[in-house]
């Protein structure tokens, strides 16, 4: 699967060949200040299909954990966790096609938000 996507202004962007491992809503405090919204979509891709054009800034935003964004924009770019060293999470809404994708299920649910309700087709990935 080829999936392409950028940041807002365009002076980001990735491609991403083979296949996706996961696609899930992700509801932890964490997350949701990165993107101040009350959910966020990730797609999961190995590293060694992915490909950035651009000039990416890093934030570490928790022990293991790395951020990106575009430094002129300030769109979120991806999540990288120490956990999972060969793995890139991306921002399903930064795709060109973010229907390509189908999210199949909810991260730490027990941190949404009151009145964020969850999709009832997918379910819990705990």
Known sequence: MKLRGHCLCGGVSFESRGAVHWVVHCH??????????????FVSVSDAGLDWSGT??????SPGVERAFCPTCGSPLYYRGADRP???????????????VSPEGHD???????????????????
């Not at 730490?108 to 705990?126: C, D, G, N």
């Open 108 to 126: 730490f649910l027990e941190e949404r938000i009151s009145w964020m309700q969850p999709v009832p087709e997918t379910r819990s990935k705990q």
């Open 56 to 61: 990416l800034a890093r934030f570490a935003s």
């Open 28 to 41: 932890c405090e964490s997350c949701r200040r990165a993107t101040a919204s009350p959910m966020t979509t």
């Open 86 to 100: 060969d793995e890139t999470h991306l921002y399903a809404a930064l795709l060109e096609d973010p229907g390509a």
